[in-house]
């Protein structure tokens, strides 16, 4: 069997075409066995290959080479062609697929559940010899609307419309129409239209001059495929409203004290009620590290795969046949959903005593099924040294692996042997993949009743792991483990933030073309469709901090151009090293930090650096050490007395580069040190040059080179629609890219990202963008109301429009104005915290307004504990709140 490829592509002296695919004819997508094709003049390349005479079904696509060097290729959208008919002699008329404008359609949250299709929907079949087979991409034909195709011939409808031919969806967005190339004659004018099914008129047709296709003659016994075609057309105006809400912050009659997936379901209930297409969450992986409250931070996660028990829904696993711990397990279940927050270790210790019961009873059985088998050998990779950690860790009493003896260093030959089935002490592993298996199968569950309902889940990755993490543990090569990740300083917090996860090695990571984040990423898409990219400005340069701090001040961006002591005195700065990069602080600014405590402070834990200035005793030479003197102390007098030696060890002007240590960063907001205070006029001016050339012109084209390529090839492995969290100090050439790659960024009113400007303009909102007014991190509108009044007042008067004084609470009639501003963005997607959906309702909003607060930044130790003051069938069953926001979602066009 012989097919024929053809494109046409234009080259220049020493490029070369070539093409991949699915089938070992075609390299099996190696690169280094793709097949050259020949150069036959005008831009035209063809290869012709003989494949046996079976039906085949494959995949391919085109790249360019030169040098031996791969230049680029085409966008992951590949041609496909399916032969049952080895009769036959097939030749394909290619075009080159570019990364498409509307990339967001092409994703899987329209393709498999906004705009999602029929697939394998065959709608004319030809009975000829000789056929043309034209393959359109056109991912924007909601689903009460069809592609069809009319052209300059009876085959194509004459250019009546009541003729024209509607395409087969192949498998949406693909679409494809067979023709009779006997009944066409060359040249072939046509246009493609979308037709509305309800009574077969145009929705619009595809825009630009009419297509023509020139094709060879075709023979008996040949078939004609056009493939890389697309729908030509603008950037569509689709908009969706949504909601954000935790899992564990849900609450249904059936919980269990904290959300599970389950509730979801009624979520999307809801979800749908309201006119709502997309529910976001917070991250749901495992983040068990000692069983205490502590475990209630969602973003230090002890695995990149494992979904979290708690999060399991225990009906769904199993009825106990002892009645007698099942009336247990009812009592407990309605004593911990009465409470109105989450008491973590309460829920954690009842559910496992319930998976120890349910194992007991059915694990057995579960783990013979042929759906458990097939299920651990899709996981095994992650599977078995999950379990073995989670085993090790409970074990030790520890999460922290260094303490675990033999096991402290991973080896796979030793895990297998530890996890063997034959060993004492399996079932204690083995009950790891029993719940693994449960969770997958519960929200795989969910992912498919979204898809029923026509609504969109997306997930939440994390930017950092844990330093006692499976992933810190068995592929300890991928992070700097003795660097922890934060955030600068920013409207959440003053002195920066330290998250205490170790930084990424991106240089050990992309030697295997990032395969850990490829994998992480192709494991979201196993459940959601859309994602957002938690502190997305870490793939160009992330905030490292040493491992002596515990706050963030004093970190620097990784990577970074450290600037060397000349380029320091270039500016006109007079360096001196000793005094710039050691902390030491002035007499007169001791009254500053510590009141009238000085003397106590002075005695106890500094010393005389100079006539005039103090600097920390070595055994108060660190955060750490003074965080560790004061660990207990709870009182006012021991926390202003740290936090003040805090500040004194942020007294630096600039900080040593961790590899280049005769190279410096300028320390961040050095500005407003004491330090800085005393320089004079001439060293402040230098000072302020070079600080704002460093952070602001200095790494602009550098950082942009590094997001390119950390993130093309992560977004591109899966077909999720990629939202990025870009709030903070944001380098210039982080909007470029993502606006490049077609990357929705985060866009907060209250948090604006033009300099001097009090609240972002809702009408300037990009269109690929998510909307919102605020996130976990901040207060929900009602708690932003009471935070600073002479702000609220400009809010009220400026924005809102409205005279005289801003009211003390923010009304219901308030927050449906606010709702309704941002609702009205030009953003492709506005996804709201449920607090702020129901504030617009006197009777269903929480009397309790800071309880509806999910996080605070500044405290490393915060208790993720926020639920839902009422249940998700209380909401359902609410027609006037469900009106309200209804009307409010289809006044605006979402």
């Known amino acids: 069997m012989k097919i024929t490829f053809n494109i046409n592509f234009y080259t220049i002296f020493g490029q070369s075409l070539y093409i991949t695919g699915s089938i070992p004819e075609l390299g099996n997508w190696k690169i280094y066995e793709a097949k050259a094709m020949e150069c036959c003049g005008d831009g035209n390349w063809k290869l012709v290959l003989d494949l046996p005479d079976n039906a085949v079904e494959f995949e391919y696509r085109y790249f360019l080479k030169a040098n031996n060097k791969v230049m680029f290729e085409e966008w992951n959208a590949n041609h496909s062609l399916k032969i049952s008919d080895v009769s036959k002699t097939y030749f394909s008329l290619d075009y080159w697929q570019n990364q498409p404008q509307n990339l967001a359609y092409y994703s899987s949250a329209f393709t498999k559940s906004l ?47 009541s003729k024209a031919l509607i395409l087969s969806c192949d498998k949406f967005p693909q679409w494809s129409v067979e023709l009779d190339a006997g009944n066409l004659g060359n040249p072939v004018e046509y246009k493609f239209l979308i037709l509305n099914n309800s009574d077969k008129s145009v929705a619009r047709w595809e825009q630009g001059e009419n297509r023509v296709l020139k094709f060879p003659i075709i023979e008996d016994n040949q078939i004609c495929i056009v493939s890389g075609l697309r729908f030509k057309e603008g950037i569509p105006d689709f908009k969706c409203a949504g909601l954000v809400i935790p899992v564990f912050s849900l609450r249904t009659s059936n ?47 002890i695995s990149i795969y494992a979904l979290h028990p708690l999060y399991l829904n225990l009906q769904q696993m199993g009825v106990l046949n002892d009645n007698k711990k099942a009336e247990f397990y009812a009592k407990k279940q309605q004593e911990l959903n009465a409470l109105n927050s989450v008491d973590y270790e309460q829920v954690d210790h009842v559910k496992w005593a319930f998976f120890r019961d349910i194992f007991e009873q059915d694990g057995k059985k579960i783990l013979s099924s042929e759906e458990f088998k097939a299920f651990f050998e899709k996981n095994r990779n992650w599977l078995v040294p999950y379990a073995a950690y989670s085993y090790l860790r409970d074990k030790y009493n520890t999460s922290d692996f260094s303490k675990w003896g033999q096991y402290a260093r991973y080896d796979k030959v030793e895990i297998e042997k530890l996890s063997a089935e034959t060993t004492e002490h399996y079932n ?76 990424y090695n991106w240089e050990e990571i992309e030697k295997d073309d990032f395969a850990w984040w490829k994998k992480r990423f192709t494991k979201m898409s196993d459940y959601f469709d859309a994602y957002r990219i938690d502190h997305i400005l870490g793939f160009f340069r992330i905030w490292e901090i040493a491992e002596k701090y515990v706050q963030g001040l004093c970190g620097t961006f990784n990577p970074a151009m450290p600037l060397s002591v000349q380029e320091i005195a270039d500016f006109g700065f007079n360096f001196i090293k000793e005094r710039y990069i050691a902390p030491y602080i002035n007499d007169a600014f001791l009254p500053e930090l510590f009141g009238t405590d000085v003397a106590e402070v002075c005695d106890v834990f500094l010393q005389r650096s100079s006539s005039f200035h103090f600097a920390p005793k070595e055994k108060f030479n660190t955060q750490v050490k003074v965080q560790q003197y004061f660990a207990g102390k709870t009182d006012e007098k021991s926390i202003r007395i740290r936090n003040g030696l805090y500040a004194i060890l942020d007294e630096t002007l600039f900080i040593p580069d961790a590899k280049e240590t005769d190279k410096y960063h300028p320390r961040i907001s050095g500005m407003n040190s004491f330090t800085y ?37 992560l977004v591109s492995c899966t077909d999720m629609l990629v939202c990025g969290e870009d709030l903070g100090m944001i380098p210039q050439s982080v909007p470029e890219v993502m606006h490049k790659l077609q990357i929705l960024s985060l866009e907060i009113e209250r948090m604006p990202k033009e300099c001097n400007v009090e609240f972002a303009d809702l009408s300037k909102l990009p269109y690929h963008s998510v909307c919102t007014t605020s996130t976990h991190d901040m207060t929900t509108i009602r708690g932003w109301w009471k935070e600073d009044r002479e702000k609220i007042q400009r809010y009220y008067n400026q924005v809102l429009h409205r005279f005289g004084d801003a009211p003390e609470d923010c009304t219901p009639e308030l927050c449906e104005q606010i709702l309704r501003n941002h609702l009205w963005t030009p953003s492709m997607l506005v996804i709201i915290p449920l607090q702020d959906w129901l504030s617009v309702d006197e009777e269903v909003r929480n009397s309790d307004v800071d309880s509806e607060r999910i996080n605070i930044p500044v405290n490393p130790r915060h208790y993720w504990r926020y639920r839902m003051h009422l249940n998700i069938e209380d ?9 309200k926001i209804k009307s409010l979602i289809e006044s605006t066009g979402r």
């Not at 709608?123 to 069809?148: F, G, I, M, W, Y």
């Not at 298996?437 to 026509?454: I, P």
């Not at 909401?875 to 009106?883: F, K, P, R, S, V």
């Open 677 to 713: 205070r005393e320089l004079n006029n001439s060293d402040k001016y230098a000072f302020d040059h070079l600080y704002w050339d460093f952070f602001y012109q200095r790494h602009n084209d550098f950082w942009k080179e590094k997001g390119y390529k950390h993130l093309i090839p």
């Open 255 to 301: 919980s269990f004290g904290i959300g599970d997936f389950a509730d979801l379901k009624k979520m999307i209930n809801w979800a749908k009620l309201t006119g709502q297409k997309i529910i976001q969450i917070l991250p749901i992986n495992d983040t068990t590290m000692a069983h205490t409250w502590m475990d209630s931070y969602p973003y230090n996660a």
């Open 875 to 883: 909401l359902i069953a609410d027609e006037n709140l469900n009106h």
């Open 115 to 161: 705009f999602a299709h029929p697939c394998d929907k065959f709608e004319r079949v030809v009975k000829s010899d000789k056929k043309v087979l034209l393959k359109v991409l056109a991912p924007c034909v909601e689903n009460t609307q069809s592609l069809a195709i009319l052209g300059n011939q009876e085959e194509l409808g004459n250019w009546d419309v």
């Open 428 to 503: 204690e592993i083995a009950i790891y993949y029993f719940l693994q298996y449960h969770l997958d199968k519960q929200l795989q569950e969910v992912r498919d009743y979204a898809y029923s309902n026509g609504v969109v889940l997306k997930g939440d990755i994390p930017i950092g792991i844990s330093k006692t993490s499976i992933e810190a543990w068995t592929e300890p090569r991928y992070f700097n483990m003795n660097a922890q990740a934060g955030a600068p300083p920013d409207d959440f917090s003053i002195t920066g933030q330290n998250w205490g996860f170790p930084t």
